[in-house]
Every structure is written in C-alpha cells, then in structure tokens.
C-alpha cells in the first residue's frame, strides 16, 4: 500500500489548473460543438458543467458557460452549433465578452471542420481522468472527516480506502477516437520520418546522443523494453536525463522521465551539469584556483551566471515549443494505476500534438506492484509482473517506446540476473538490454598558466573552476555499457567515458576475440566488465 496517496492526488488536482489542463479543457469543449447531438459521447467523458475544473482562470470560466450552454441547447432539441451558442453567450456576457471568449476558444480547436463521427478528442480522456481522480479524492476527503468523527484518525484506513476508489473508478484505455482516414494519413507521415531517420542516421525510433551506440539500442518497436541496469550511483539517471533531452529536443519526440527516487531538484542539478560542464557537487563546493586570495563561486549574483541560466531558460522553452516536450514526473509511491493514468494522459497529449512518446522508468526496484497478477512471490514475482504490466498494458495499449532502467548485483551471472525474466525470456521480452558500469581513474594533471605578474598559476576557467588535463589513458570516471540485443549470440562491449556530466564515446579497435579481451583487460585494470559467460558463440562488438 502506498503512503503517498495523498501527495499524488493533491498532485492531479493541482494540474487541472496547469497550461496543459487548460489547453486540455478548452480543446474538449471546442470539440463538443457541432451538429449532431453529442451528450452520449460527453456522457462517456464523464464531463458536465458540474464536474467541469473551478478555478478563476477567464478561459476555463468560458469553457464552463459554453459547456452548460451545449447542455441547455441539447435539452430544448436543437443541435449544439455555434450558430445556437452564440446568442445564449451574447445574452448572458455581453458582445464583447463572448466574440473574445469564443475566438480564443475556436483557437484551441484540435480538429477544424473534421467528419461528424470525430467528437471526442484524446484530450478529453485526459481530463476527464484527471476530473475522475478529482472527485474521488474530494470524496475520499468527505469520507475521512465522517471516519475520524467516528474512529479516529487512521491514515492507514484512508489510504487503503482511496487504493480501493481508484481501482473501481473505470480506466480510460483509448487514447484517441479518429476516422481510419485520418489515422492512416497520420501513419503516411509518420513511415516518412522513419524513412529520412533510417536514411540519414542508420536507425529508426528513438535514439541515443551517441550514433555508433545506436547501432545496438536505438529502432526499437513500440510497447518493447530497453532494459538499462547498474549498480547506485553508476550513472543511471543521468543516463535517462541525457537520452530524454536528445529524443526530445533533437529528434521531436515527446518524452515523460518518470522519477521513482531521484527529487526533481536532482534531476535539474544533472541538467544543469550537462549543460555548464559542471558537476552537481560544484553548486555545493565552488571550484577555487591556486591562489587562495582569489575565489569565484557560482551565484545567481553573478551577472555571468545569470546571463547565463536566464538564455537557458530561454532555450528550454523554445525547444519545448519547436522540438519536443519534456515532462519530469516524480511517481514515488504511485500504483500501477496511477502510474497508467499518468502516461495516458502523456500520449494523448503528444497524439495531440502529432508526436510519439518516450518513457524512461527510473527505476524498476522501486515501482510498485500493488494489484498486478503475479506469478509466485518475491522480487522476481514482483518484477516480472511490473514489467509485464509497463510493456502490455501501457506501452502495447499506447503505442509507447520504453526505456527502464534497474538495479544491478555485478557478481551475479548475467544469465539470471536479466530482470525480471532471466536467460531467453529476457531477451525476447526485452528489446534491449543494457548494462551500465563505472570505474574511477588515477588523478590528472593540473593545467597551469601565468597570470600578470607572470607567476605560474592553475588555470581556470570563466567560472573560476580547475581545468585539469587527463593523463594518457585515465579519465576521472569510466563507464562500461554492455549491450545484449535479440539473443545470446550478439553482445558487446560499450566504453563510455563520462566526465563533469557528460557521456563521450571512446573506441576501441580489435582484431580478434582474444585481441578485445586483452585490451579490456588493460584499460579496466583486470576489471572485466562483461558478464560471466560460458557460450563461445558470444560477439564482442564495440562501437
């Protein structure tokens, strides 16, 4: 049972007044207008003026009166049209008012002059999940204040009560109702995009920011699994991090980074790392140069560093609004309920805009298994039945591409330790599976230069942080990514090198079997990176 009920419907209520609930609304009722009567389809929406957000934003306020309006049309028999709306608003807001509201609501429009059977938008089964989840806990709330009147105050008791409201509340599993026409148009366009990412980068769907990796990993299908495991703090989530920003802002794909243990504030902190070349741990220990009488350290206060974050913020935004949406989901303690609820709502709103979505799970140990059918007990039980659930019921039923990343014990034979299934299944189930390790270097040469005076000082950069130069062969940190794809038989060896918040590709070149494991055994120290393996059939295969 989840202690964290609370936080997650507080959550959804709160974003029935975020831009994309809005966005959500007013699309939905602007869809609603039009010839035929349409209550059976709003019914099926479970959206009526009653339910309907309250918030004192004007554009939901409008959204509202023309709703109830559609309602009252429909009840005196004539087809709700703008044509009938419009003196009803004119009447009750005056010319103005209501010529404003209706352009800014025709603008929200998904669908201009589309066929009689297109009614419902996937927007509306974003929002009328979320109107759902708003109901239930306003009377989970109800419910509790009889409860404790009467027993006391239990927060166990209304956690399993609100666990039990959302598994009878009906689940939305369509995401979009359109004509074959239309679908099939969509599908042209989107064989063609295929078709120029195959052409131009060798490989199709989502990517990696590393083209020879994606060789291995990238073009998977919808609804499959990539699988990335590693041990805490051997770069999983930064991982996540950097492919999300890639496949959004750099292929156009939307992508929700769903959190189950990193804090949003952490996630930013990589963001930012990646972006400044600078580690998290330098906003908490500013880099100094030799010389003690001199110190630079970050701070807002810093015209630089202002500058600085502010044309990020920037470029954010207009990435968002040119490439792709990047959401950060922070899902602690959510049920596979939630969690589908959630990524529905994803879909449909990249549906919406003409995207795919991309999710990355981080991570597997910590998503709960709460209402799954499993198969035995214990962490193989519960894994397996995650996992069963992300790919057949949210990425099959969505058309959604996965990426989940998972906890890793090195010194078990990879053979049994591909989670959840273990040996074949594993492979056949998951697309790809990947397996990210680190190893830490000898310390590098600082680099000097001379200041004014033409003393001999270390050198630093603008923002007054060490520049160090890697001595021949050592990094600071080294990550080894082994990828296994389709079977047993095709395998390989990954050098990745990741320094002050950035993935670099190294290659390695080999001649023979017995070559590539010497060298691995020379640049890792003895330290093999890849799994313990009894089939002579296996292909090493860096990039």
Request: aromatic content about 8%; charged content about 25%.
């Amino acid at each position: 049972m989840s202690r964290n009920n609370g936080n997650y419907h507080e959550k959804r209520i709160a974003n029935l007044t975020s831009p994309e609930a809005i966005e959500l609304a007013m699309s939905l009722v602007a869809n609603l207008i039009g010839p035929e009567n349409n209550l059976p389809l709003m019914g099926e929406a479970r959206l009526t003026p009653k339910t309907f957000p309250k918030t004192d934003n004007p554009d939901l306020e409008f959204a509202r009166t023309v709703l109830r309006m559609i309602y009252t049309a429909v009840e005196e028999g004539l087809p709700p049209t703008k044509e009938n709306i419009m003196p009803r608003l004119l009447l009750e807001l005056g010319r103005e008012e209501a010529e404003r509201g209706m352009e800014r609501l025709m603008s929200f429009r998904a669908i201009e002059d589309a066929p009689d059977a297109v009614r419902v938008s996937a927007l509306s089964t974003a929002l009328s999940d979320a109107i759902v989840s708003a109901n239930l806990i306003a009377a989970g709330r109800d419910t509790l204040e009889i409860a404790t009147k009467n027993f006391g105050s239990n927060i166990e008791v209304y956690n399993a009560m609100l666990e039990r409201m959302m598994e009878a509340a009906p689940q939305r599993i369509r995401v979009f109702v359109n004509p074959l026409e239309e679908n099939l148009a969509r599908q042209e366009r989107i064989l063609a995009e295929r078709e120029a990412r195959l052409e131009s980068q060798g490989s199709v769907g989502p990517e990696t920011p590393w083209p020879r990796l994606n060789r291995m990993i990238a073009g998977g299908r919808k609804g499959d699994i990539t699988l990335i495991s590693a041990k805490t703090g051997y770069g999983k989530s930064t991982l996540a991090l950097l492919m999300a920003l890639h496949q959004a802002w750099t292929q156009g794909y939307d992508v929700a980074l769903m959190h189950f243990e990193q804090y949003t504030e952490s996630i930013l902190d990589r963001l930012l790392a990646h972006r400044f070349s600078l580690l998290p741990v330098d906003f908490r220990k500013p880099g100094k140069i030799t010389d003690p009488k001199q110190t630079r350290t970050f701070s807002l206060k810093d015209p630089r560093w202002e500058r600085a974050l502010n044309e990020f913020k920037a470029h954010v935004k207009r990435m968002s609004e040119e490439k792709g949406n990047i959401w950060l989901i922070h899902a602690t303690g959510w049920t596979p309920a939630q969690i589908a609820a959630e990524i529905a709502q994803r879909a449909a709103m990249a549906y919406q805009n003409g995207r795919e979505l991309v999710v990355h799970y981080d991570y597997l140990d910590l998503i709960s298994s709460e209402g799954l059918k499993k198969d035995g007990d214990g962490m193989v039980a519960n894994h397996t039945a995650v996992m069963d659930f992300l790919r057949d019921e949210i990425g099959q039923q969505f058309g959604i591409y996965t990426y989940l990343y998972a906890q890793d014990d090195l010194k078990a034979n990879y053979r049994t330790r591909l989670m959840p299934y273990g040996g074949q299944k594993a492979l056949h189930r998951s697309q790809v599976y990947v397996r990210l390790e680190r190893y830490y270097a000898e310390d590098s040469e600082i680099v000097t230069t001379k200041d004014a005076d033409g003393n001999v000082v270390q050198k630093v950069d603008m923002f007054g942080r060490p520049i160090f130069k890697h001595k021949a062969g050592q990094l600071h940190s080294r990550s080894l990514l082994h990828v296994i794809k389709g079977s047993d038989d095709e395998t390989g060896f990954v050098p990745v090198e990741f320094i002050n918040g950035r993935f670099q590709v190294r290659e390695i070149e080999y001649q023979s079997q017995e070559q590539l494991k010497t060298i691995i055994d020379e640049v890792y120290g003895g330290n093999r990176a890849a799994p313990d393996t009894d089939n002579r059939n296996d292909i090493h295969i860096p990039f």
